[in-house]
Nanobody
Framework: QVQLVESGGGLVQAGGSLRLSCAAS????????MGWFRQAPGKEREFVAN????????RYADSVKGRFTISRDNAKNTIYLQMNSLKPEDTGVYYC?????????????????????WGQGTQVTVSS
């Protein structure tokens, strides 16, 4: 079992920045990959970024590449999503997720169905 709790969401103007955090508990944190996903109103949940167990491998959706940075602090059992140059289309509920598979630990997937545990989400609203 893994428990995930997101924080750091809020309301920001376009061009601004936010940093999301996701605190994990329940399993050895440095043994599995993590991902960030988001869901805009009326749309399906989509992949944003992921990071392998060590933090040495990351991947981003094209829509956020160059603006968002995913990182992890295994000593604090936490991952982060630094979001810069925010746009109104970044608005949505942001979820962190954990993939406990052995293969995924080094090569995190982008498909939602590959992730085993999810947080409750944190709202990000970007005003124009």
């Amino acid at each position: 079992q893994v428990q995930l709790v997101e924080s750091g969401g809020g309301l920001v103007q376009a061009g601004g920045s936010l940093r999301l955090s996701c605190a994990a508990s329940g399993r050895t944190f440095n043994s599995y990959a993590m991902g960030w996903f988001r869901q805009a109103p009326g749309k399906e949940r989509e992949f944003v970024a992921n990071i392998n167990w060590s933090g040495g491998r990351t991947r981003y959706a094209d829509s956020v590449k160059g603006r968002f940075t995913i990182s992890r602090d295994n000593a604090k059992n936490t991952i982060y999503l630094q979001m810069n140059s925010l746009k109104p289309e970044d608005t949505g509920v942001y979820y962190c997720a954990a993939d406990l598979s052995v293969f995924g630990a080094d090569y995190p997937p982008i498909q939602l169905k590959e992730y085993d545990y999810w947080g409750q989400g944190t709202q990000v609203t970007v005003s124009s």
